[in-house]
């Protein structure tokens, strides 16, 4: 049973561009989750993903999008980067019922220059 | 906006118990109370999870008061690889039944010899 894997592991990205972070959610969960967390902080919920719809946003910009697709994959997308997005990006997947745990990935690292 | 007080840091000798207190006075009727650990910026690594009940698991104990406004995690046997940030969380739900985990800034725990 593989765990929950994320991609690229770095990156670095100019001010203005895009970015799309991947991740792979663990077999059989469903639900994905993506948070940021910025050096020295506790990750920020962003939003989560259930049946490749949005079910919970966290207060982040309309910039910060995301998919989910049929494989219970999901991605994490970001327009016009500023400096302070920055950070450690975590995704987070569970199987869709109430009383589970989340398993997170190993985050992937975005720096904006 | 976190839910939850925890001191920044606690020191452990090697081989005790780790009493690391939180409070989460503000917490709803049907919200969990959630312990991870990060170690170096790695992904977050569940521990725990309960609700009013104390909880115990291969890794540590959970002890929440009856008012529900605050717990304790109990490691029993503290270990040098124990040293990590330690975080306690609320999971909210929204209502389009997605959930989220509140995370606060975190107990730095050292263990040392």
């Known amino acids: 049973e593989t765990g929950v894997t994320q991609s690229p592991t770095h990156l670095i990205k100019t001010r203005g561009q895009q970015v799309t972070l991947r991740c792979s959610s663990q077999s059989g969960h469903n639900t994905v989750s993506w948070y940021q967390q910025a050096l020295g902080q506790g990750p920020q919920f962003i939003f989560q993903y259930y049946r490749e719809e949005e079910n919970g946003r966290g207060n982040f910009p309309p910039r910060f999008s995301g998919l989910q697709f049929p494989n219970y994959s999901s991605e994490l997308n970001v327009n016009a980067l500023e400096l302070d997005d920055s950070a450690l990006y975590l995704c987070a997947s569970r199987p869709y019922t109430l009383n589970t745990e989340a398993f997170f990935g190993q985050g992937t690292r975005l720096t904006v220059v | ?113």
């Open chain 2, 1 to 113: 906006d976190a839910k939850t007080t925890q001191p920044p840091s606690m020191d452990c000798a090697e081989g005790r118990a780790a009493n690391l207190p939180c409070n989460h006075s503000t917490i709803s009727g049907n919200e969990y109370v959630y312990w991870y650990r990060q170690i170096h910026s790695q992904g977050p690594q569940y521990i725990i999870h309960g609700l009013k009940n104390n909880e115990t698991n291969e890794m540590a104990s959970l002890i929440i008061t009856e008012d529900r406004k605050s717990s304790t995690l109990i490691l029993p046997h503290a270990t040098l690889r124990d040293t990590a940030v330690y975080y306690c969380i609320v999971r909210v739900s929204f209502q389009q039944a997605g959930t989220a985990l509140i995370f606060g800034k975190g107990t730095t725990l050292s263990v040392s010899s």
